[in-house]
């Protein structure tokens, strides 16, 4: 018998929503595998945490994600006006999900943005752009850069309010990210596009000098070098050159919601946080609290990331590609949550019949 | 008569041969008008400054620029590989174009990005995601944050090499970029989208805060905050929805590129660079190295530059719009650039024969 434990992180808005789909996959999978027992330990995480405890990531919620094998995490946050209710270092962003990832050293965040061919109507890009799909895997440092710096606020000489934050990287943070990517690419078509800034930034330099370094272990692998901007214009414009993407954790955030732009809706990107001991696992979107509570989210990308985990937590290759099949193949016979179906032929499910549909497929 | 001096910086890889049309369109802008006088200042900006002189922005370019009304900068830049072989702090962008920003404090930049129905077959995006055709303006801070931050490069206690940069913005810098984007507002349709990351970034929070103060000062326009992944987002899904976005400089440069893809080739986005005594006018696009010589590059956003300088610069509005005219119905006759030409009808044209197609339509 081989049981696992997962904290399971609601969070705000349409977490809980989509959390509950992810809940019924993985009974499904238990059920299909006899020799399989997940335990499931949900914990306050977020705004929600914040009103309740006073604290947006409380000790407890802690201690059962420390206990955990893995992490599923739904969303968190507010709309604009609610989020200035908080104080701004226990926002749920700031309070929550950053020391989330601190507390497990999750750097490497792999965000897929792939959509197979027979999916293609959903992306806002002709289909002759598309060509055979988009199958592009961007690898995010997660625990860097200007996230983590030093940040300070005040008032100048002048009488002036300012703010100084820092973009900061030591070498080792780099290279291991950069292995993530130079290592993703050699199991895949062995081209690494490595985005960076180095006509501006003097950490695209340390970045780029560390590339090179790197290179020559992977001999296998080629390296193309693009400047983050021109990566913004060619993923609109040839998505199809892109199959492994490496970046600096502000550029991932952007470009991989771009990424969730070109497949026609963030819904569709499930994402993985991997530490050295533990990752978590969440949806690239945020929690959406216009539609909260209305059963219409897709949770496709909740459940992509049920599948990421199962992979790449529990060693369940198998049950992670079946995972995939089903809510493929439930998209295949023409149903679409509302973010995705468009025109007339669509056949529009809800949040829980999506849920539904994919344990059916299981 | 009226006269007026204009630097002109080529630059590097495609410069020169996109300068070459903008100076023909002035010069067929002056026999229009028999009381205009344009004194045509060329300058060495760039690499080949660099190569030349051994400073990429050399002093007597600098002397030029001071004394002209208006300065217009074709392309600066090397290929990767070759970028290398100059020093990091001589590199054009570095050593010229970022100076260059700097000495004229030119803080609002203005990055139209403007497609008409008729050319929407040139956008990467489904027709019915384009609707009426594009027309956003991107006003993007371009003298703060992590441009001109204080960087640190080192090796800390552990041996490690490291970097630091600050991203950095006092109350004045954002205030007044901020009243370019409400007062460009009030000339529009009286909406703002404000771009940040206030969720993660104390700049933005600062950022936010004069938003705030500033608003009631412009009680006909609407804020819209976004953040800046979400942007990304949706300026695939749903470009319609924006009309005046500003932000801070990293982000205007990502977001800005995006707008060109979007549009289908950077070859469609002109610039002004606007200062509080002199402006400079350029394309958004970089030097292009590989297609540099071959006269296949797109004018557009070289020709368009030169219409916002006669606007912004000069105060010639109605030539300003006989040039874009000029443009379009260059367009409109199916006459393309490769960087546009799609499909077997487009009338393939190069960059000469574009440039004397507008002079001919002028
Ligand atoms: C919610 C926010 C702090 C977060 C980020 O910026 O990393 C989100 O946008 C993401 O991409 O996971
Ligand atoms: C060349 C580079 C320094 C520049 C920038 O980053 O501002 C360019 O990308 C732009 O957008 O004008």
Redesign the pocket.
């Known amino acids: 018998m081989q049981s696992y434990k997962i904290a399971l992180l609601a969070g705000d808005g349409i977490g809980p929503e989509v959390m509950k789909q992810a809940v019924k996959v993985l009974k499904a999978v238990e059920a299909r595998n006899p020799d399989v027992n997940f335990e499931l330990n949900p914990a306050l995480f977020g705004a929600v945490a914040y009103f309740e405890t006073g604290k947006s990531f409380p000790q407890e919620t802690k201690d059962i994600c420390d206990q955990a094998d893995a992490i599923l995490k739904g969303t968190?946050?507010l709309n604009h006006e609610d989020s200035q209710k908080i104080p701004v270092d226990e926002q749920p962003?700031r309070g929550a999900?950053?020391p989330l990832r601190r507390r497990y050293n999750t750097y490497a965040n792999f965000r897929p943005v792939y959509l197979p061919k027979e999916l293609s109507h959903f992306s806002p890009l002709k289909a002759e752009i598309i060509g055979d799909g988009i199958d592009i895997m961007i690898i995010r440092e997660l625990v860097g850069g200007l996230?983590f710096g030093h940040k300070e606020t005040g008032v100048d000489e002048q009488g002036r309010r300012f703010v100084r934050e820092v973009l900061e990287y030591d070498e080792d943070q780099i290279r291991n990210i950069l292995k993530v990517g130079f290592e993703t690419a050699q199991k895949r078509k062995k081209v690494l596009h490595n985005i960076h800034k180095s006509n501006v930034l003097k950490s695209s330099v340390l970045w780029n000098t560390i590339v090179d370094e790197l290179a020559p272990s992977y001999p296998d692998v080629e390296v193309k070098h693009i400047l983050v901007d021109a990566a913004a214009t060619l993923l609109c414009l040839n998505p199809g050159q892109f199959d492994v993407m490496v970046m600096e954790n502000m550029f991932g955030?952007i470009l991989?919601?771009q990424g969730g732009g070109i497949l026609g809706s963030l819904g569709l990107m499930p994402s993985a946080c991997v530490g050295p001991e533990k990752s978590y696992y969440?949806p690239?979107h945020?929690s959406a609290p216009d539609i909260a509570g209305k059963n219409i989210a897709n949770p496709y990308s909740m459940i992509g990331s049920v599948a990421l985990m199962l992979e790449m937590s529990f060693g369940m290759e198998s049950e992670s590609k079946h995972l995939w099949n089903a809510m493929k193949s439930v998209f295949a016979q023409g149903y679409g949550t509302p973010d995705l179906a468009k025109g007339d032929d669509a056949k529009l499910i809800d949040t829980d019949k999506f849920g539904d549909l994919v344990v059916a497929e299981l």
Chains 1, 2 share one sequence.
């Open positions: 968190i946050g962003e999900l950053l996230y955030d991989s919601d969440e690239s945020g």
